[in-house]
């Protein structure tokens, strides 16, 4: 450090301890980056790469960009996935005759974004922490942006999928783990396969003691009862280690996150990462994209806000019955008052993103425009109110009562800020007249001032007779007056001499002079009072966070009914109504996205009929294509929209509330866990069946494809034995499946009933109705789905020559093994009577099977004694 130069050791003493950043570190009107930091710089942000002498003749890689659009830069940093110091000179550089100090005034990490610019519109950005030990896991997470901030401890037998499920539900930017969550190989493949966040580690030793104390200076409390998580100590460590993280990374005020909502997942209906990625409630499966999701179909919302809490609802069906209905009954009155749902979103258009506002104006970054915005926002709020006394149901009159008017916090902007002030703090034109008595005198000064000059340049002409004369004004030399070279015989000798340019010279006079000091002194002091003011003002806004903050609340929940009436008039969709029978009847449902993809076609709508009784289990049968997969997923889709509160695309629905959805669909060889189509396949089987309880509704597509057809037919019959079994799972369930060997269980299990998609035959030729009707299919028409897929009729006609000899083939077959076995079942009754003669004694595997309570096993132990008796078996006839 001795050979460098002052500027350089202070560089590298603050980069010591910000070794995972890209140091952003301000020189003047620029943030430099040197060493390992320009060349990643360089790289990515595609800067010139220069070099600076370290003081010993030694050169060191040097980068940097401009202070007015270093925010471009860090946003696409962040966007790669890196962490940026931003490093400020934190004193006047005019008032320091040595090196300027400097410090670090804020981290910006991919989960602490607060910059509207960086960030999707509707969707969170969130920050995520896991702790773990011996007892389970905590689980926190907030968003920075909007101050949203909750938690949670998972435990018991399913911890681990518990903090998977949470994880693909919240989608975090980042991470926070502890050494426990690392060690936790599953977590850890979840995030590094399905997630795409950066990974930060929690501060080594934080203990819950430090985290309780974090929190309750943070809301300022004695205790956390009310908060709901005294007695959670994970839940209160993993809370505290976002906060710790928050407190070193931000280095500022942190007052929007001024509540800690502690949640259960028993609170909401349980949702697994594979029932999300198949059912595709917020993105397609494909390409990751909202359009083609349920939230595209759902999403009309009109505020950054109203979309935010949309999709927090799709991500989290209720299962309360009130609560269900509050936002049905609000929902229904809203579609039957056309004219006040269409003013309440044409006053929603004007809101403008009022959380993230307010994270800005507690950051200190909002500049005079965000808080125009924030006031045009709130500007809206008595007509919403007023407009809301036309609703008579629960949940809107408690939006309505609950809606605070904000008219002061709207005055005092009105008042002071101009309506179209500039996007920088420091240059002035930011306070009107009128708000503060010094800064009118000050300006009051400057526009005399200047008229003077302008009443000057009138007087000099007048008294010079020098018609071409000019006062003009520069930031070099000040004010001054321009006399061309034709004209200088006539310059008065009062004139002193400042500035001698090719074609004229410039002038001042005293008097001039002092007035320009006069003018040049008002205008710094006046902007330097403005920025001032508008600090004062910024913060009095701040002062009101909790309130603006219910508001916004408020008409996020109002805009996000607003989408679901209007999806349920344009859709033509119903009310469902939800019962406690155990019952889903529903007629001419339809699957939601489906329908809305669909241009020329038209949607064929199918009925359902479950219940956990007579109708507990449907076995579907028929051809691909023919809407099996479409079917089962519209009525998972239906019972999912009925509990966030939606209506549903159905004539009639009368739903019970399900605990979880569970679906099992087509899986394909997951190669970055090195996991077979079938091993994929039979986790997710595995669990349905450790996790599903009788309140569950099971959709199943396809079971033991994955495997030869004796060994996937034998395990897809064992799992519907044991799902429809009351005393095991006894859930609602769909199964599609082309083993046509399980219609034969509709006469041996009760609950199980035959389903299948009707199928017309022209010639040669099928037609798919998509209607579901009861009974199996008759065949697959494999052939016939060939010929639709564009399949050459070389081959499909081959195909079917083919088909025709295998079936000839089979029936021989058939006939010589059924004289077979009746040849072999009669020498086995010979042998077993000469036998029955000499010998007394059973054999060992009958006795074994005898003994054996098939009803208790699982159907993987089935199979596991099923295979060790046919061991024992052979071993006896040997």
């Not at 009862?225 to 005294?230: I, K, L, R, T, V």
Request: one cysteine or more; proline letters at 3%; charged letters at 30%.
């Amino acid at each position: 450090m001795s050979d460098l130069t002052p500027l350089m050791q202070q560089y590298f003493s603050i980069k010591d301890n910000y070794q995972e950043e890209i140091l952003f570190f301000r020189l003047g009107d620029f943030y430099e980056m040197f060493a390992k930091d320009a060349q990643i710089a360089a790289r990515e942000l595609e800067l010139t790469l220069t070099a600076r002498n370290k003081g010993s003749g030694e050169e060191t890689p040097m980068a940097g960009v401009p202070c007015k659009s270093a925010e471009s830069y860090i946003a696409q940093l962040i966007e790669m996935g890196y962490k940026v110091a931003i490093c400020e000179q934190v004193e006047d550089p005019k008032a320091t005759s040595g090196l300027v100090k400097r410090e670090v005034v804020r981290v910006v990490t991919p989960g602490t974004v607060v910059n509207n610019d960086l960030l999707e519109d509707k969707d969170n950005n969130y920050l995520a922490a896991i702790i773990g030990n011996q007892d389970g896991f905590g689980f926190a997470v907030v968003d920075v942006s909007t101050g949203e901030f909750v938690t949670t401890q998972l435990d018991g037998p399913t911890q681990i999928n518990k903090v998977i499920d949470e994880l693909s539900r919240i989608n975090p930017a980042e991470i926070l783990l502890d050494n426990k969550v690392e060690e936790t190989e599953e977590i850890i493949e979840f995030i590094d396969n399905q997630l795409n966040p950066i990974l930060s580690k929690t501060k080594e030793g934080f203990t819950t003691k430090e985290a309780y104390r974090l929190l309750t200076d943070q809301f300022d409390v004695v205790n956390l009862e009310g908060f709901g998580c005294e007695e959670l100590p994970l839940a209160i460590q993993a809370a505290g280690a976002i906060l710790d993280f928050l407190v070193e990374t931000q280095k500022r005020s942190l007052n929007h996150i001024n509540q800690l909502a502690t949640y259960s997942t028993t609170d909401y209906m349980v949702l697994d990462a594979n029932t999300r990625r198949n059912l595709e409630l917020t993105q397609t499966m494909r390409d990751k994209s909202k359009r083609g999701s349920l939230l595209w179909v759902l999403d009309q919302t009109v505020t950054a806000m109203g979309g935010r809490k949309l999709k927090k609802w799709v991500e989290q069906p209720l299962l309360e019955l009130d609560r269900i209905e509050y936002r049905l009954d609000a929902v229904e009155e809203i579609t039957k008052n056309i004219f006040a749902k269409e003013e309440l979103k044409e006053l929603l258009t004007e809101v403008y993103d009022i959380e993230r506002l307010l994270g800005k104006i507690i950051y200190g970054s909002a500049n005079a425009r965000d808080l125009i915005s924030l006031k045009s926002s709130l500007h809206i709020l008595p007509e919403v109110k007023e407009v809301l006394d036309q609703f008579k149901t629960p949940k809107l009159k408690k939006l309505q009562d609950n809606l605070d008017k904000l008219e002061d916090v709207a005055c005092l902007i009105e008042n002071s800020i101009k309506e179209d002030p500039p996007t920088t703090l420091t240059e002035g034109s930011i306070i009107k007249k009128g708000y503060d008595n010094q800064l009118d005198e000050l300006l009051e000064a400057m526009e005399n001032g200047k008229q003077w000059i302008i009443d000057l340049q009138k007087q000099e002409r007048e008294r010079t007779g020098i018609s071409s004369l000019k006062v003009g004004h520069n930031k070099v030399h000040g004010y001054y007056i321009e006399v061309t070279k034709a004209n200088l015989d006539a310059v008065p000798e009062d004139y002193v001499r400042k500035q001698t340019l090719s074609n004229s010279e410039r002038y001042i006079t005293p008097e001039l002079k002092d007035k320009e000091s006069v003018i040049l002194g008002a205008q710094e002091n006046s902007k330097e009072l403005e920025y001032k003011l508008f600090v004062e003002i910024r913060d009095k806004v701040a002062q009101e966070t909790e309130r603006i903050q219910k508001s916004a609340t408020i008409l996020a929940q109002l805009d996000a009914l607003l989408s679901l009436a209007e999806v349920a008039l344009n859709n033509d969709y119903t009310k469902p109504q939800l019962n406690t029978d155990d019952q889903i009847d529903i007629e001419a449902g339809r699957h939601p996205v489906v329908e809305e993809m669909m241009e020329e076609e038209v949607f064929v709508p199918n009925d359902t009929y479950l219940d956990q009784q007579s109708d507990r289990f449907g076995i579907i049968t028929g051809p691909n294509m023919s809407g099996k997969s479409t079917y089962m997923r519209q009525v998972a889709l239906i019972v999912l929209l009925a509990q966030i509160g939606s209506f549903v695309p159905a004539d009639k629905a009368k739903l019970s509330i399900v605990d979880r959805i569970f679906t099992r669909v087509g899986a394909s060889d997951d190669l970055t866990t090195g996991q077979s189509t079938f091993m994929v396949e039979m986790n997710e089987v595995a669990n349905i069946l450790n996790n599903a309880t009788a309140n569950s509704l099971i959709i199943l597509d396809e079971v033991g494809r994955g495997t030869s057809t004796y060994d996937g037919l034998s395990i897809a019959w064992a799992v519907t034995e044991y799902i429809s079994n009351p005393e095991k799972i006894g859930a609602k369930s769909l199964f599609a499946t082309h083993y046509h060997e399980l219609t034969e269980l509709e006469e041996r299990l009760p609950g199980v009933r035959n389903y299948n998609v009707a199928v017309k035959e022209e010639g040669d030729d099928v037609v798919f109705l998509h209607k579901i009707i009861p009974g199996e299919a008759n065949q697959s028409y494999g052939i016939e789905v060939a010929k639709l897929a564009g399949v050459p009729s070389e081959v499909t006609n081959r195909s079917k020559e083919i088909l025709d000899w295998l079936e000839e083939e089979e029936d021989k077959k058939v006939t010589e093994d059924t004289n077979q076995s009746q040849k072999k079942e009669n020498q086995i009754k010979e042998e077993a009577g000469q036998l029955a003669l000499f010998q007394g004694q059973t054999s060992e595997v009958v006795q074994k099977l005898s003994k054996l309570d098939i009803m208790s096993l699982t159907p993987l132990e089935a199979m596991n004694k099923l295979h060790q008796l046919q061991q024992k078996a052979q071993e006896e006839v040997n």
